[in-house]
């Protein structure tokens, strides 16, 4: 009795024994492949991006990149943006109101680049005080809508939000 209670025990342990190392087997074997499923660091760094906008005076921009993007972010002066709300949406070739482009009027954030073949247009200038690409000559407004020129559609807005009053989180 007691040698098969003995052996009953041996086999227990030797059940337990492989268990164990059954769970430790595949747990090795999974963890590489969940681990390469994961991010690395420097990819998660680039989906988003924060930006301080502390240092930005009213009508100037700044470029920063994104995604290997340029993106453009302008502080607005009350004139820029007073002339991006007051266009009628009848003349504009894709037609967006300037207040479903921002998040707050005074600024704007978004892609810069050209719609028509990828340019990056610059700022200030072109004849709707906004940007130009002098590429093929695209005109954009204050509120980056195509205005004149073979662009097809608006500069795109990113997905953005503020973080802060002073910080914006791109992407
Ligand atoms: S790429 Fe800008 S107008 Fe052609």
Known sequence: ????GKKNNRRDFL??????????GIGA??????????PDRSVKALATTEVDISQVEPGKS???????KPVFIKRRTESEISEAQSVD???LKHPEKDED???KAEWLVMLGICTHLGCVPLSDKGEY?????????????????IRKGPAP???????????DNNTIKIG
């Open 89 to 91: 949406l009848n003349e």
């Open 1 to 4: 009795m007691e040698k098969s």
């Open 62 to 68: 700044i470029t920063v990149l994104w995604r290997g």
């Open 29 to 38: 074997t999974i963890w590489p492949f969940i681990d390469q499923m994961n």
């Open 153 to 163: 559609v608006n500069m795109e807005i990113p997905k953005y939000e503020f973080v």
């Open 129 to 145: 005080n906004g940007w130009f690409c002098p590429c093929h000559g695209s005109h954009y407004d204050t509120s980056g809508r």
């Open 15 to 24: 059940f337990t024994a492989s268990y164990t190392i059954g769970a430790v």
């Open 101 to 103: 482009r921002v998040k």
